[in-house]
């Protein structure tokens, strides 16, 4: 039997689209996990046994070098999912998955998800949208990472993180936001600073406070707004 409320894992947005008769098949085998920060759900060319469905807090997806340099491509809140490639044939994870604000989640077996999959019911076509749009999340993190600066990136990712955490206030520390701007520690206290003089956010010791929502997304660049846009597309289909 699973402890789980089905009211609080409908804060994940992807089982939220669910049909009634899907979701109430999955709902005995989920169970609630707390994340805390720092915890690496999957290495790079891990094969997962499991899958996180976030209910609140930010899972970040990161790309290595062989000389450990590490960028983040994409973030997972309570829109998705942690394990996409484990419904196909490939069964490595191409990135690792690290806690970046301590997550509520519901887990499920890998093997449930992927007989669900196989079924070919409306959560396999959920599961294909989301990819979509995560692939377009990856995507244009790469174009964000080579053409805009480190205060258009880091706008970008203050409003994605806004969007899934649902608090003005969340912790970051400096080596989480220096692998997000794929730069160094020093940049990250100056693109902070510049924020912070221009009135949009408040950052002292590792805390972040964002003070003008709209100012942030007049600063950023539009790759929030079209990364944003195909999650809302995805989702929106399946209300």
Not at 28 to 51: E, I, M
Not at 144 to 151: D, K, L, S, V, W
Not at 159 to 165: A, F, G, K, P
């Amino acid at each position: 039997m699973s402890v789980t409320s089905p009211q609080a894992s409908l804060q994940n947005r992807l089982l939220r689209a669910l049909p009634n008769e899907v979701y109430e098949r999955l709902t005995p085998k989920l169970r609630p996990v707390q994340l805390p920060r720092g915890r690496v759900l999957y290495d790079a060319g891990d094969l997962a046994d499991c899958v996180y469905f976030p209910l609140s807090g930010v899972v970040s997806l990161l790309s290595s070098t062989e000389a450990g340099e590490v960028i983040e491509v994409g973030v997972v809140g309570n829109e998705g999912i942690t394990v996409i490639p484990t419904i196909g044939r490939a069964r490595e994870m191409p990135y690792r998955a690290v806690v970046q604000i301590p997550v509520e989640a519901v887990s499920i077996e890998v093997g449930v998800i992927r007989d669900e999959f196989l079924r070919g019911c409306e959560l396999r076509n959920l599961l294909i949208c989301y990819m979509h749009s995560l692939f377009a999340q990856i995507a244009q993190s790469a174009v964000c990472n080579r053409f805009h600066t480190a205060e258009l990136r880091f706008c970008r990712w203050l409003l994605s993180m806004h969007d899934r955490v649902q608090s003005d206030s969340f912790e970051l520390t400096h080596e989480i936001i220096s692998n997000m701007l794929g730069t160094q520690r020093p940049l990250v206290s100056v693109t902070a600073g510049l924020l912070q003089k221009a009135g949009l956010i408040s950052y002292s010791r590792g805390s972040i406070t964002i003070l003008d929502r709209q100012g942030l997304e007049d600063a950023s660049c539009e790759c929030y707004r079209i990364v944003k846009q195909q999650v809302t597309q995805c989702l929106s289909g399946f209300a």
